[in-house]
């Protein structure tokens, strides 16, 4: 329905568009993504005609895009561009009949038609109720709605958007793009729509197109598009991708870069190890990172709330398959992450036969500063007849460098506590 044969298109001799090959058939709902200054706009401009490629051809329905002249193109293609601002303060109804008007001869003035089609198109898109509003009265969702039915009315077979959500909060990104994915589905409109948003496009878009220096760098669904390896060379960002497990859409959730330069201002040198599991550490190694310590923690389940939050954060990581034993590859990895640490954190996690050698290990560095937490006794989380307990006694009856620690909360506070000791030896 849609192509393009390797278009190419400058700004003042900058080349923006580098030689993009297209072909969309018709139905399609395709989401454009790339960083700042990667073509999305640009490539959007050249399929709508609103910039004429400067090599290369676009085609629609097989005919050369410009062989259309507007009024057959308007009845084709429809565009809700970026800025959705309207010069002049008519009410909802006019603006959205403003749509028809490729279809009205001149002089005609509107018929039955338009009016039926107007009004339907406004009851799909829930503005019927604001049809004597103006348009400068309604809110950021109320107004691209409108925009949006106003491009419908034209009766378009393509629909292109050009961050269509830009400035709208979490609920109105939603009722859009839930918008869209219904005119989609039920009328086969073929929908390409421009966006930042990868979560978004992932969750709603059938194909997406990515974007890096006016190339296509990658296609396809969503999730052979938004891997960790594409975003880092696209995006030179560091992420984790999960699985939405309603859509089993991939979702992207960025992890601080280890280069931030505003990170590594507030970095310091007291090196903290942790050993966690079972989130009991989740939300003081949240903490610990906005303070700036260097973080190692081991060893860790595979998918664990403790693994995913290390994961996020971007945090050194012994991590072991569940449900089997901790094996010595492991804990010899966990060994030499204790060796450089200042100082060893001990959460409040329970103890079975997988994990014992986590508490096991303590007993081979007295030496280091530790912190136990003992807000919960150790007989209610040991889980293996009193072996866990065994070890524990003994750590906190024979190590002098143990602190026992009830409140997390005052996690922070003793670690500079015994950061500043350091510092003054």
């Not at 492991?330 to 986590?358: C, M, Q, T, W, Y």
Request: aromatic content about 6%; charged content about 30%.
């Amino acid at each position: 329905m849609l192509k393009t044969d390797n278009i190419k298109f400058s700004y003042n001799k900058t080349n923006i568009i580098k030689g993009i090959d297209l072909n969309i058939k018709k139905g399609s709902f395709v989401g454009i993504i790339g960083p700042n200054a990667s073509g999305k706009s640009t490539l959007l401009k050249n399929i709508s005609k609103t910039l004429t490629v400067d090599q290369g051809k676009v085609y629609l329905d097989k005919k050369v895009l410009n062989d259309y002249n507007s009024m057959e193109l308007a009845k084709k293609m429809a565009v809700v561009p970026q800025n959705t601002e309207v010069n002049f303060n008519f009410n909802v109804y006019d603006i959205i009949m403003m749509g028809r008007h490729p279809y009205q001869k001149r002089w005609s003035g509107l018929n039955q038609e338009d009016k039926k089609i107007v009004k339907n198109i406004m009851e799909l898109t829930d503005t019927l109720k604001l049809k004597n509003k103006l348009i400068n009265e309604l809110s950021g969702g109320e107004r691209q709605r409108v925009i949006i039915a106003r491009a419908l009315a034209q009766d378009p077979d393509v629909l292109l958007l050009d961050e269509p959500t830009s400035n709208l909060d979490i609920n109105y990104q939603g009722e859009i793009y839930g918008l869209l994915k219904h005119l989609n589905q039920k009328f086969n409109l073929t929908i390409i729509t421009v966006s930042h948003d990868l979560n978004l496009t992932a969750q709603y878009c059938e194909e997406l197109l990515l974007l890096k220096n006016g190339k296509i760098f990658a296609a396809g669904n969503a999730e052979n598009v938004l891997t960790e390896k594409n975003i880092k060379k696209v995006y030179k960002a560091e992420v984790l991708i999960k699985i939405n497990p309603i859509s089993g859409k991939p979702f992207v959730t960025l992890i601080p870069e280890k280069n931030d330069k505003y990170k590594n201002q507030k970095n310091k040198d007291f090196k903290v190890h942790v050993i966690a599991g079972g989130g009991t550490a989740q939300k003081f190694l949240y903490k610990l990172d906005n303070e700036g310590y260097p973080l190692s923690i081991g060893v860790l389940n595979i998918g664990d709330a403790d693994w995913q939050a290390a994961k996020e954060l971007g945090i050194e990581t012994v991590e072991a398959p569940p449900f089997i034993e901790i094996t010595e590859k492991e804990i010899n990895k966990n060994r030499k992450l204790i060796k450089k640490a200042d100082l060893v954190i001990l959460s409040d996690l329970p103890f079975g036969h997988g994990n014992l050698a986590n508490l096991k290990i303590l007993l081979e560095f007295p030496e280091k500063k530790k912190i136990l937490f003992s807000n919960l006794n150790i007989e209610k989380r040991d889980y293996i007849k009193g072996k866990a307990a065994a070890i524990w006694n003994k750590i906190i009856i024979e190590d002098e460098n143990v602190i026992l620690l009830k409140e997390k909360d005052d996690l922070i506070k003793k670690i500079n506590e015994l950061e500043n000791m350091e510092m003054e030896r």
